[in-house]
């Protein structure tokens, strides 16, 4: 047995024999005389250990050397394996390009063929594989053993015999195997793939895996950026290019390491047919053999809706199986998530290993208990952040299953059969319910489809057949919307509907969105550069305090060692990466519940940031559908619907896509339902789909064909056959458009002075033409859009007015008091937008308005002021100092882009209204801000508006479909208040997360300090104040801050984004200075007290973690340093500004006011509550302690008591304390600090930017 432990055991128990010998307390004076005896005996017990001798390891036995032979030549093996692999026998064509598509002409992706450990070949790259995760995990184990030899040395395992004799031999032994361990570990995480280091390369056509290489997206900011930020960046990457040459050294292949490139490692698999194929990014890639690669397995079904309308008979059964060995099952192939799996792959990163070692420094020196803690914190962050991703995976998930069966047209005959079993250019009967792929509709015109879910068109539309008269005509999808059904949608009504597959899978435009979202890439911030600078630092600083954590304990340095790395564990806390994904997720819970979706929530983030939101006009700021108020030939505007008569009436009753539902509805635009009503006229539809009309004047007609409304044309015309037998055509649109079509004659000349009054006074105009058609009925259907828009007689105008939606102008009006510039970007006309940015507040009534009217064939912009004179473009310095709000056309807006981006984007940020836009020009819009660095949200309700919805950094669809893929956040209440919560939300989530993450840093660094400061003193804190202070405390304030809700308005100004930004920075080390300050104070006060001359803890033996937290220099600064994580917890939860008040945060406080009152209680009160943490306390109320009953006090004094002046001289130090960190937060951080902040940031960020941009980059305070 250890007879140095037993020798140590025998002296404390005649010391403690003496303690607690019967006898009163004595006062604080008179120290050596009442304790010399007692301070003999100890020195005599220390004389006593040194004599004693152990037998030692020289540590070159044959199991050490065989160790250290193993741990050499592990990765040894792995480094040659790699340079014979990849250098020394490479395959020829193993890497070959990559198409991303079948029509894709790119080449930066490539393959590159693996052979698995399935194979012969790589027999020996299986056999080093297994010897690698063996040592992975051997080494864990090693820890494991050496710290289980470090408790039977202790005596604390009795059942086996001691390995080692000298407690520290075997702490080195540990400390040793932990070094090479972590490096050894860290080595392995930094491949894609550990198992695909010792795959065979191999020949593309041999491949059991193929490891597909892609360009890394580009990054994606969210904010402007600065030249701090660059030269970040700069440093970052420098340091990146180094770490990356000396592993692509290691590993030989550039594919494992470039940091450049994402490489995924993809199974190859066998289907039926015994075609090779792959799963990447939800796309099947079949091998080729003639070109011995692997090539996207898509159909190319026709170009021409004649190739469509040929496939009306549909497939033979022989040619279903061909092809679908060619683009695989109609599924989206997505692995169904799994909560474990998740959990795996989170705790599989670096920081969970780097976290995962330090745990292992906390078993040996009896603090095993602290292990338990971290390792309980550790898993509760891995565990938080997993639910949330788990979620996330699961909606997405949810998506993409769905299930059914169709009914498909094979040789001849109908039959049922599952939905996966499609194939591109099967004939598909519709029926009520989901859309399983996307399609175009052959025959049969009684259809009704429901597509908010992809496009967030918010009202159910009409489709048609195609028209065999424009069948040469090349099939887009944004050409022909009426005649196609998209996957993912919902049919709500269809009979006698046959349609022709276009595509299936991930093919259809469903999958290409959810391939958008699986390899989405959130924007950037700018703490996403910052956070490395951050860990540098945080290494830097580790560095720093283990250093002189060794310098200041005096003993020996396998103590030493220990504590130093208790600094390096505190320096870098445990919680840090969960600090973000724990805001986002409460937000994101809390927007749920207010009926907004969301697809991806790490947007909530960037929602915190946005500048500027577009939005659409009708629908959005207006309430959904256009009042008719009437219509003339003239252009008057006070017309009636007693005077409708004649063509008018004619035209608004047949010039419209409206259909009849099952239940007798009319279905279809709502200014077209809303026109049509006006008329009271009576529609039938025969069970052809043919319609025919009863006019309120006894007059019948028979509408014989419709052209859809296109946006490129701008118009919308139907051919119709009279009682008579005469056939005529009609057509509507924009004035401009109709203006064009009409012949000159019949024009009013007063034409474009009707459209700019009704324009001016909100009012959305639509102009109707005709013409007379020398058809018949049957020739009609062969007429294309061409022939019949053409030449015609204007009838009229037809009137609408937009009614604001009621909170619209409260809308506005919050966006503007927080900052945030609304922009309108709509279809209509310019004009009619004006009144209504007027009427809700987005242009203010003292703003002057400069209207880019229109562009000649030479490109020269005519700009129109309000009244309508000509005038000219003043300087971006005059619109600024004139208050000028612009406005312009789409066409426009693409010749200022053409002429000179620079100049366009100058002027962007004064353009307050886009009209007569295309969905294009929307896109175009938004995509210039986005790359002039503003933070964008676009707002919008209908399939128009998709594309811009997507190209913001966020986008709000106004939709009831839950499960809306078309943007980030989806309103289930079709409510534009939506776009304040969102933001709200966002803004919340950003500044509690920097709240959580200011504390979490200060939670180290004062941690650290307490660990120095207890090297300094060569003490400690006893068992359950670390429990209290890295447990309970910690992990219960860090996770309340996040609990703190949004404020109910917008604040003026973003919260930051910068963990190195001025804000931030003086926040943070104002509160880290003030603490150190008064733990220096209290620290002083101690010395400075008569009773503590003779007190002082002299010992300078760190070896036994029980003996030395006995004491006044422990407890001082536990109780000072303690309170500490709570006091800067309360002034982090300060957030007025983004957040809800401070009291508002209610678990917080609740939280906290125990803390308070416990903490002073156990300061001023000698009880059983404070000897908890053995303060003020003796024998008598003395408790179990985590690991062990009740140890009596290890001091000469038999307490710990302090004299009650100096416990209230304590308190006096918290509440000063307390109350100068909260002043510094509330008045100083968030008061002239924040000024302060916002010249230097400014100063700094926007040196470099170009002038125009100055005052209109995103707010970094």
């Avoid at 194979?119 to 494991?144: A, E, W």
């Avoid at 859309?435 to 259809?447: E, K, P, R, T």
């Avoid at 308005?849 to 000219?872: L, P, R």
């Amino acid at each position: 047995m250890n007879v140095t432990h037993h020798l140590t055991t025998f002296c404390f128990v005649a010391l403690r024999a003496y303690i607690l010998s019967p006898r009163v307390v004595l006062d604080f004076d008179s120290c050596n005389a009442a304790f010399g005896t007692i301070y003999k005996n100890t020195t005599d017990c220390a004389a006593l250990e040194e004599e004693e001798s152990v037998t030692l390891y020289t540590l070159r036995e044959g199991g050490f050397v065989a160790i250290y032979f193993w741990a050499c030549f592990i990765p040894f093996s792995m480094i040659l394996w790699c340079y014979f692999n990849q250098r020394i026998a490479p395959v020829s064509g193993s890497t070959m390009p990559l198409m991303m598509q079948s029509d894709s002409s790119q080449t930066s992706w490539t393959q590159t063929g693996y052979k698995g450990f399935g194979s012969m070949s790589s027999s020996i790259g299986l056999f080093l594989y297994l010897l690698t995760m063996i040592t992975l995990f051997g080494y864990q184990i090693l820890l494991g053993l050496t710290t289980i030899f470090y408790y039977i040395q202790q005596d604390a395992i009795t059942w086996f015999r001691p390995v080692f004799e000298d407690e520290i031999q075997v702490l080195k032994v540990h400390a040793i195997t932990w070094g090479v361990g972590f490096f050894y570990t860290i080595l392995l995480k930094w491949p894609t793939s550990i198992r695909s280091v010792f795959y065979r390369r191999s020949t593309l056509a041999d491949a059991t895996h193929v490891a597909v290489m892609t360009p890394r997206a580009q990054e994606k900011m969210a904010e402007e950026t600065s030249s701090r930020l660059k030269a970040i960046k700069s440093v970052i990457t420098v340091i990146k290019n180094a770490v990356t040459r000396v592993m692509s050294f290691i590993y030989c292949d550039r594919r494992a390491t470039d940091l450049d490139f994402d490489v995924a490692y993809c199974p190859v698999e066998i289907d039926g047919n015994g075609i090779r194929h792959f799963f990447f990014r939800l796309r099947r890639y079949n091998f080729d053999d003639k070109s011995q690669l692997y090539i996207p397995g898509s159909i190319v079904v026709g170009e021409t809706l004649n190739d469509y309308l040929r496939l009306r008979s549909g497939l033979d059964s022989m040619e279903v199986p061909k092809r679908r060995s060619v683009v695989g099952a109609n599924t989206i192939k997505m692995t169904r998530p799994i909560f474990i799996v998740t959990m795996i792959s989170e705790f599989s990163k670096f920081f969970y290993t780097y976290q995962v070692f330090m745990i292992w420094t906390w078993f040996p020196l009896w603090y095993y208990y602290m292990a338990c803690v971290q390792s309980v914190i550790v898993f509760t962050g891995g565990l938080v952040v997993s639910i949330f991703r788990y979620r996330n995976e699961r909606n997405l998930y949810r998506i993409t299953r769905v299930t059914g069966n169709v009914s498909v047209l094979r040789d001849g005959v109908v039959n049922t059969v599952s939905h996966t079993e499609l194939v591109p250019g099967d004939v598909v009967v519709v029926e009520p319910g989901m859309a399983y792929a996307d399609m175009i509709v052959l025959s049969g015109n009684d259809i009704i489809v429901d597509e908010a879910a992809l496009t967030g068109e918010s009202t159910p539309i009409a489709k048609v057949a195609v028209d065999a008269a424009e069948g040469n005509a090349v099939y887009t999808y944004m050409s022909h919307k009426r005649h196609s059904i998209s996957a993912g949608t919902r049919i709500v009504e269809a009979q006698g509907i046959m349609a022709v597959v276009l595509s299936t899978g991930s093919h259809t435009s469903k999958g290409e969105m959810l391939r958008d979202i699986l390899t989405y890439q959130r924007h950037q911030f700018k703490f996403d550069a910052e956070v490395k600078v951050v860990v540098g630092i945080l290494a830097l600083y580790a560095i720093f305090g283990f250093t002189l954590t060794v310098l200041l304990y005096k003993d020996d340095f396998a103590f030493e060692w220990y504590y130093g790395m208790f600094v390096v564990g505190t320096s870098l806390p445990p919680l840090l990466p969960t600090v973000f994904t724990v805001s986002v997720g409460i937000s994101d819970d809390r927007l749920a519940r207010k009926r907004i979706a969301c697809v991806n929530n790490e947007d909530i983030l960037v929602a915190g940031k946005v500048r500027r939101v577009f939005f659409d006009k009708t629908g959005t700021l207006t309430k959904q559908g256009l009042d008719f108020i009437g219509a003339s030939a003239d252009g008057k505007l006070d017309t009636g619907r007693a005077k409708l008569s004649g063509n008018l009436l004619l035209g608004m009753a047949t010039c419209h896509n409206l259909k009849l539902s099952s239940k007798g509805l009319l279905v279809g635009n709502n200014v077209d339902h809303n026109m049509f009503v006006a008329t009271g006229t009576d529609l039938s539809q025969s069970s052809d789909g043919s319609v025919s009309l009863a006019l309120n004047d006894g007059t019948c007609v028979t509408v014989l064909k419709r052209f859809e409304f296109d946006h490129h044309r701008m118009t919308q015309s139907a051919i119709v056959q009279r009682s008579d037998g005469t056939v005529c055509v009609f057509v509507k649109g924009s004035g401009e458009s109709i203006e064009r079509l009409c012949l000159r004659n019949t024009n009013p000349e007063n034409f474009y002075n009707n459209l700019e009054n009704a324009a001016k006074q909100g009012i959305y105009q639509i102009s109707l033409a005709m013409k007379e058609l020398n058809y018949d009925a049957k020739s009609v259907v062969t007429l294309s859009r061409d022939n019949v828009e053409n030449g015609l007689t204007f009838v009229g105008f037809i009137n609408f007015k937009n009614q604001l939606r009621e909170d619209t102008p409260d809308v506005l009006a919050q966006l503007g008091a927080g900052d945030v510039i609304s922009t309108m970007v709509t279809g209509d006309n310019t004009l009619t937008g004006i009144n209504i940015a007027r009427e809700a507040g987005l242009i203010k009534e003292d703003e002057e308005i400069i209207f880019g009217k229109s562009v000649d064939s030479a490109g020269i912009i005519t700009w129109v002021n309000e009244d309508g004179d000509v005038t000219s473009l003043p300087s971006v310095g005059k619109i600024k100092n004139r208050s000028i709000a612009l406005a312009v056309t789409g066409k426009v807006w693409a010749a200022l882009n053409a002429e000179s981006q620079g100049n366009a984007s100058a002027l962007a940020p004064f353009i307050r209204v886009f009209g007569r836009c295309t969905p294009l020009d929307k896109v175009s819009v938004i995509e210039s801000f986005v790359s002039n660095g503003t933070t964008c949200c676009m707002v919008g309700d209908g399939g128009n508006d998709c594309g811009a919805l997507k190209a913001a950094h966020i986008g709000i669809a106004l939709s009831d479909a839950e499960a809306s893929v078309v943007a980030p956040f989806t309103s289930l209440d079709k409510s534009i208040t939506s776009v304040v919560e969102v933001l709200k939300e966002g803004r919340c989530a950003l500044a509690s997360a920097l709240a959580s993450y200011k504390y979490m840093i200060i939670y180290g660094q004062v941690e650290s300090i307490n660990q120095i400061a207890n090297a300094y003193f060569s003490v400690t804190f006893h068992e359950w104040c670390w429990v209290f202070m890295d447990g309970i405390w910690m992990m219960s304030m860090a996770f309340a801050l996040s609990l703190a809700h949004a404020e109910t308005r917008l604040s003026p100004k973003r919260p930051t984004s910068s963990l190195l930004g001025a804000h931030t920075m003086f926040s943070a080390l104002g509160v880290l200075v003030t603490n150190f300050i008064f733990t220096c104070i209290a620290l002083g006060l101690l010395t400075s007290q008569d009773w503590y001359s003779c007190r002082k803890w002299d010992s300078t033996d760190i070896s036994n973690i029980t003996l030395i937290g006995d004491n006044y220099e422990a407890s001082v600064l536990f109780i000072v340093t303690g309170y500490q994580y709570i006091s800067t917890a309360m002034a982090f939860n300060f957030g007025y500004t983004h957040r809800a008040s401070w009291w508002k945060n209610y678990v917080f406080v609740s939280l906290a006011s125990i803390y308070t009152i416990v903490h002073f209680l156990a300061t001023v009160w000698p009880s059983k509550l404070s000897c908890l943490w053995r303060l003020n306390c003796t024998n008598e109320n003395v408790v179990p302690a985590v690991t062990a009953s009740r140890i009596p006090i290890n001091n000469v004094f038999n307490t710990t008591v302090m004299p009650l002046g100096f416990r209230i001289e304590l308190i006096v130090i918290m509440v000063f304390n307390t109350i100068a960190i909260m002043s510094w937060e509330y008045f100083f951080v968030n008061g002239v600090g924040k000024k302060i902040a916002a010249r230097l940031n400014k100063k700094s960020d926007f040196s470099n930017q170009p002038a125009y941009l100055l005052d209109h980059q995103d707010d970094v305070v």
